[in-house]
């Protein structure tokens, strides 16, 4: 059973950097055909795919976070990481990450997703 677990700061000022992890277990983010996603969902509102990286390593961003994303990963931790720069409180979210088998690149697809974990945007 593949398990996902997001950790990381749950207060994050404006202008900085919103950096999380995602820890798997249970499945191994090299193995098989699988693309590993951060989604994320701001009160009251839907989900929002940011990004996903792949058994590869190759990112693959959203077009409206593009610019502020960076999706990396640590094989031999078996983790994959997200940066969010510059952000403000409309960052402010549930972020998840999950894992996409299918290369949906969006918020559909997923089988497996981390139980969320609470980012506040806010000095």
């Known amino acids: 059973q593949v398990q996902l677990q997001e950790s990381g700061p749950g207060l994050v000022k404006p202008s900085q950097t919103l950096s999380l992890t995602c820890t798997v277990s249970?499945?191994?983010?090299?193995?098989?055909?699988?693309?590993w996603s951060w989604i994320r969902q701001p009160p009251g509102k839907g989900l929002e795919w940011i990004g996903s990286i792949d058994y590869s390593g190759n990112t693959y961003y959203s077009p409206s976070l593009k610019t502020r994303t960076s999706i990396s990963r640590d094989t031999s931790k078996n983790q994959f990481t997200l940066q969010l720069s510059s952000v403000t409180p409309e960052d402010t979210a549930v972020y998840y990450c999950?894992?996409?088998?299918?290369?949906?690149?969006?918020?559909?697809?997923?089988?497996?997703w981390g139980q969320g974990t609470q980012v506040t945007v806010s000095s």
């Open positions: 249970g499945g191994s983010i090299t193995t098989n055909y699988d693309y």
């Open positions: 999950a894992r996409d088998p299918q290369k949906v690149l969006g918020t559909g697809g997923m089988d497996y």
